[in-house]
């Protein structure tokens, strides 16, 4: 979301499917806000840096659509997926294999690491108790963990022990194929990739589970772009055809 003015917000909304609340069937809808003026400062960063993004996503899409394709047994569970980058913590709560609650918040991370577990523990108990209280829902009975950090098992632990449920870390490399070869060359703390990895999938490639908050003016000129690189490929194998 963003305190940015209407004249200044981009949008983007995703269909997640129906849900049930208080006996009502209603349609699930993500809705993401930005700044445009935002949007268009990391665009410029890129764009010295010769990088030309076809979609600007958001990491709770990345990190549910990463899930989906793992899970299997959980998918009846209410789950929350959490990710831990830095000092930057997102909450996604899932039920029936539909999100139900996005949130990211700021928790200070200093050199203690028990007091800024208390702290998202804290945040975690709110996130919990807003799901249950607005959608009727269950208490949520396991944590999947993914985060950036070497002390992601510590957290997993403390996590557990702390708030009395299941929590596992999330390994993204599973949810992949991935060449034997450049084994050594991935990170030690695979949950880095969270992000990258799931951001680069579709769950299905009929429905994409994808948003897209750049310009619309900059998505046109992305669809011309594609439209005639594709057409001149399909003129240039006609013609070898022909040859």
Sequence with gaps: NTTASPEDTISSYLPLGEISRKGIKRQNILLITASKTEIERYLSLMKESDIFPVVVSTTHIAFYNLWQKAA?????????????????????VCKDNQLYLCRTIQVPHGENLEVFLNRVRVELDRSFLYYKQQFRGKTVEKIILSGDTRDTKTIVKMLSDNMRIEVQEFNPLESISVCKDIFDDLPSSPGILTTAIGLAIERDKRKRKRVNLLPEEIQER??????????????????????
């Design 222 to 243: 992305v669809q011309r772009i594609t439209k005639r690189i594709f057409l001149g490929v399909a003129g240039s194998i006609m013609a070898t055809v022909l040859l």
């Design 72 to 92: 299997r047994e959980e998918k009846d569970k209410t789950v929350a997926l959490v990710e831990i980058k830095g000092s930057t913590v997102t909450i996604d």
